[in-house]
């Protein structure tokens, strides 16, 4: 019988911060049917260490990237970049950690056509891996080769703050990011008010072919970035603000969720929520051309609230009209990170529960990993806990 079969990173969040890989299968004819864990496996320090981003390889290997308590500190708040690739049966095939004299980290990874890999973060350094910074934090790119190589490095930013949570390969061959900025210098174009979305497309060796900046006079942020089927980009996160970029928005802070062309110039945007906090984390377009849109939502008149933050799914269409939006959780606080679309059109997504009730059932204790497969219209069909009786958050999911 044909399974269909999901990987999870799953990261423990307590006084020792260990990085879990799990392997989970589900028979597609029997949907509620989920198996034990196939493997697990823990990586980093006996400090703090936390995974954020995930990528698939040939044969199913695993790429991990985050960030790692340095050697020999004595702050568990001053890392560096921390990468490792797993085999299929849940091996560590090699790891490395890379950055400066200061804090350095690791947001996203993706693996690139030639074999290699792009790494996206920040960075605090101006010494060791690190060749040059524009103020305090930058952006820090890194691509290394088939072989695990370093071919480049690079920085981005200006005299203030940047952050980087998500990279992708595009068709073109190049990279694009996204996160946030506080800049208005160096590479930064322009600031329309305290923190703004930055968006940047690199060529394929890594030179900025364009940038653009989004938002209003309040704090805007991105942390999901895809290419679209005519090769321009759908972004989301959050915005605080009520002007500029920002049109019709809610009370506090706001789903952003917007539409690009090729060359950067928004198409469209949407602001998604209700009176209280929503945050976006992850997007995919979808088979129709639409798009589907998780994070979390506090607001208590966006669907029917279970408690406190509560999963939110949103379905838009193509122009950004809201097709359908469900909401995930109990009594406590669950929050969504990363969804994808599963091959009959419906969505797997993860994230973390505090809650023993509602839609939540065998929860452990503290925050539990919590994975929910809907139908393509967003109706719960299963969900399962996973963890112990620390805190645990996933941030990351992908097919095998």
């Given at each position: 019988?044909?399974?269909l079969t999901?990987?999870w990173?799953?990261l ?12 989970i299968?589900?028979?597609r004819?029997?949907p509620k049917?989920?198996?034990?864990v196939?493997w ?5 320090t006996?400090?703090r260490?936390?995974g954020?981003?995930?990528s698939?390889l ?5 790429l991990?990237?985050?960030w790692?308590t340095?050697e020999?500190s004595?702050f568990t708040d001053d890392?560096?970049?921390y990468?490792?690739e ?9 790891e ?6 200061k ?9 690139t056509?030639?074999?290699?890999i792009i790494?996206?973060?920040?960075t ?7 060749t040059?910074n ?5 952006v820090?790119v890194l ?5 695990r190589?370093?071919?480049w490095e690079?920085?981005?930013g200006?005299?203030d703050?940047?952050t980087?949570?998500d990279?992708q390969?595009v ?5 694009i990011?996204v996160?946030?900025?506080?800049s ?6 322009e600031n ?8 940047v497309?690199?060529s ?7 940038e653009?900046?989004?938002g209003?006079?309040s704090w805007d ?15 989301v ?7 500029g970029d920002?049109k019709?928005?809610?009370?506090s ?6 539409r690009?062309?090729?060359n ?13 906090w929503?945050?976006?984390?992850s997007?995919v377009?979808t088979?129709d051309k639409?798009?589907a849109?998780?994070?979390t939502?506090w607001?208590d ?8 933050g509560d999963?939110?799914?949103?379905k838009?269409s193509e122009?950004?009209?809201i097709?359908?939006?469900?909401r995930?959780?109990g009594?406590n ?7 994808l679309q599963t091959e009959d ?6 994230g973390a529960t505090?809650s ?7 929860k452990?204790g503290g925050?539990?990993y919590w994975?929910v ?6 109706n719960?069909q ?7 009786d620390m805190?645990?958050?996933a941030?990351?999911?992908?097919k095998?």
């Amino acid at each position: 019988m044909k399974k269909l079969t999901y990987l999870w990173t799953l990261l423990i969040l307590a006084a020792l911060v260990i990085t879990l890989i799990f392997v989970i299968p589900f028979e597609r004819s029997n949907p509620k049917s989920v198996s034990s864990v196939e493997w697990q496996l823990h990586l980093g320090t006996m400090f703090r260490d936390i995974g954020y981003g995930l990528s698939i390889l040939d044969e199913n290997r695993v790429l991990v990237a985050g960030w790692t308590t340095k050697e020999n500190s004595e702050f568990t708040d001053d890392q560096d970049v921390y990468l490792a690739e797993i085999s299929s049966a849940g091996g560590l095939l090699w790891e490395r950690r890379l950055g400066g004299s200061k804090s350095d980290g690791a947001s996203g990874i993706c693996s690139t056509k030639d074999g290699g890999i792009i790494v996206v973060g920040s960075t605090w350094s101006t010494d060791g891996d690190v060749t040059n910074n524009h103020g305090q934090q930058d952006v820090w790119v890194l691509k290394f080769n088939k072989n695990r190589d370093l071919e480049w490095e690079k920085t981005f930013g200006g005299s203030d703050v940047e952050t980087a949570f998500d990279v992708q390969q595009v068709s073109d061959g190049g990279y694009i990011f996204v996160g946030y900025t506080k800049s208005q210098d160096g590479d930064v174009g322009e600031n329309h008010g305290q923190e703004d979305i930055w968006i940047v497309k690199l060529s394929e060796s890594g030179e900025i072919e364009w940038e653009r900046t989004f938002g209003g006079s309040s704090w805007d942020n991105a942390y999901s970035v895809c290419e679209t089927h005519d090769k321009g980009y759908i972004v989301v996160g959050f915005t605080f603000s009520d002007d500029g970029d920002v049109k019709e928005k809610h009370e506090s802070a706001d789903y952003w969720v917007l539409r690009l062309n090729n060359n950067g110039e928004m198409l469209w945007q949407k602001c998604l929520g209700g009176n209280n906090w929503d945050q976006a984390f992850s997007v995919v377009e979808t088979d129709d051309k639409g798009f589907a849109v998780l994070g979390t939502t506090w607001s208590d008149n966006v669907d029917e609230s279970r408690g406190a933050g509560d999963y939110w799914l949103v379905k838009l269409s193509e122009t950004g009209e809201i097709k359908w939006s469900k909401r995930f959780g109990g009594s406590n606080d669950d929050i969504g990170t990363e969804i994808l679309q599963t091959e009959d059109k419906g969505f797997i997504i993860c994230g973390a529960t505090w809650s023993y009730d509602g839609d939540v059932s065998g929860k452990h204790g503290g925050s539990d990993y919590w994975v929910v497969k809907t139908d393509s219209q967003g109706n719960l069909q299963w969900q399962t806990c996973l963890g112990d009786d620390m805190d645990e958050i996933a941030y990351a999911i992908q097919k095998v």
